[in-house]
């Protein structure tokens, strides 16, 4: 079992930064993905940012790509999402999760069963 809790998000302006944390006990040691989704109410499930913890690839959505920026540290124990020039439109609840398991589709949220339990991001125009 793989348990996260996301921290970071709040309230800024068009144009600032917010730098969200996971931070995810249990059997870390089996992790091979770590993901931050975001939705809004009423709205499907958004891929923003995967790392493959073994080739430590990343990859972003093309809205944020150039903006964001996912990291974890070497432990595996937390994970991080900073976002620069936020934008309005990236006003959603953020989360974070995790798989076991190799795909390459990491924005398919079927594909991780370990969530977080969010944290709002607002940014105001």
């Known amino acids: 079992q793989v348990q996260l809790v996301e921290s970071g998000g709040g309230s800024v302006q068009a144009g600032g930064a917010l730098r969200l944390s996971c931070a995810i006990s249990?059997?870390?040691?089996?992790?091979?993905?770590m993901a931050w989704f975001r939705q809004a109410p009423g709205k499907e499930r958004e891929g923003v940012a995967a790392i493959y913890t073994g080739a430590g690839s990343t990859y972003y959505a093309d809205s944020v790509k150039g903006r964001f920026t996912i990291s974890q540290d070497n432990a595996k124990s937390t994970l991080y999402l900073q976002m620069n020039s936020l934008k309005p439109e990236d006003t959603d609840m953020y989360y974070c999760?995790?798989?076991?398991?190799?795909?390459?589709?990491?924005?398919?949220?079927?594909?991780?069963?370990?969530w977080g339990q969010g944290t709002q991001v607002t940014v105001s125009s």
């Open positions: 999760a995790v798989s076991t398991l190799f795909s390459s589709h990491w924005y398919w949220d079927s594909g991780y069963p370990y």
């Open positions: 249990g059997y870390t040691y089996g992790i091979r993905v």
